[in-house]
């Protein structure tokens, strides 16, 4: 087995235990048990649990900002509505979806109350990044008059915070992914018929 293969081994394996026990709950014995090799062979690939962390960090950081479209120039095609629900509803599949991302949440989660870099991490992705994302987004939506003059952060709160909590949810009981995938696209129809401006009101 290649080198680059027996680091992705030993980072999925790292990430599997670091979403069940937390990082802190995770040693190095048990990460090299769970690739079946030796602790002293792991430190071939990595020099010990914070770079394996580091290393899953970056991974996922690049996968969570490139298929949420953060730091690209995505949200610029967003005029209407049905390209805002278009956009959001590939964000909350890839989101649902992922399973890098699925146990990253569920890492942070656990940590979040006494990991402050961990504690960080849930807070920017849970609410600051793509509350920063769709409050650009509103901002650009009444600036095309779809939607009428209002404050595009408290808008961005109102749409993302439904979702976030339904997508923790999610994480606890993946069995209603389903259901909750249709009560977040309930939530999205709801919103822009509550706030956008109907096309007749536009002439």
């Given at each position: 087995m290649s080198i680059d293969s027996n680091r992705e081994k030993i980072l999925n394996?790292?990430?599997?235990?670091?979403?069940?026990?937390g990082y802190d709950g995770?040693?190095?014995?048990?990460?090299?048990?769970e690739c079946g090799m030796k602790a002293p062979n792991l430190y071939r690939y990595f020099k010990g649990k914070e770079e394996i962390f580091k290393c899953i960090d970056s991974m996922v950081e690049d996968q969570y900002k490139s298929s949420m479209?953060?730091?690209?120039?995505?949200?610029?095609?967003?005029?209407?509505?049905?390209?805002?629900?278009?956009?959001?509803m590939?964000?909350?599949?890839?989101?649902?979806?992922?399973?890098?991302?699925?146990?990253v949440r569920k890492m942070t989660t656990i940590e979040q109350f006494r990991n402050e870099f961990l504690s960080q991490k849930a807070s920017d992705h849970q609410l600051n990044f793509?509350?920063?994302?769709?409050?650009?987004?509103f901002a650009d939506l009444i600036k095309y008059g779809q939607i009428s003059e209002d404050d595009?952060?408290?808008?961005?709160?109102?749409?993302?915070?439904?979702?976030?909590?339904?997508?923790?949810?999610?994480?606890?009981?993946?069995?209603k992914k389903e259901d909750i995938l249709?009560?977040?696209?309930?939530?999205?129809?709801?919103?822009?018929?509550?706030?956008?401006?109907?096309?007749?009101?536009?002439?």
């Open positions: 394996a790292a990430l599997d235990l670091f979403s069940s026990r995770t040693s190095v014995d048990e990460i090299a048990s479209g953060m730091g690209l120039n995505s949200m610029l095609w967003i005029h209407n509505a049905v390209e805002l629900k278009t956009f959001s590939h964000q909350i599949m890839f989101t649902l979806t992922n399973e890098h991302i699925i146990k793509t509350l920063n994302q769709y409050t650009d987004i595009p952060a408290m808008l961005a709160l109102e749409y993302i915070s439904p979702v976030t909590v339904l997508i923790q949810l999610c994480d606890r009981e993946p069995d249709k009560k977040i696209e309930r939530h999205i129809d709801r919103f822009i018929d509550k706030y956008f401006i109907k096309a007749e009101e536009q002439l």
